[in-house]
């Protein structure tokens, strides 16, 4: 698996899971979702995002969005 499709595939997992959070314990859990959301959208046009320089620095192979 690529950088690329490990932090699409862990955005997604803490998106559904603030949004799960949200409906069980407090309203709150959204803000997770908006920061991850606002993340996503800032390393659209940076390329700038924290956990791809940290599976880089890990080993796993980059792909075409954070080389």
Do not use: E, H
Not at 55 to 64: A, N, S, T, W
Request: glycine share 8%; proline share 3%; hydrophobic share 60%.
């Amino acid at each position: 698996m690529s950088i690329d499709r490990v932090v699409l595939a862990f955005a997604g997992f803490v998106i559904l899971a603030s949004l799960g959070l949200s409906q069980l314990y407090s309203v709150n859990w959204l803000f997770l979702t908006a920061f991850v959301g606002l993340n996503m959208f800032q390393a659209a046009f940076t390329g700038f995002c924290p956990l791809a320089i940290m599976l880089k620095k890990v080993g796993v192979k980059p792909g075409c969005a954070f080389n």
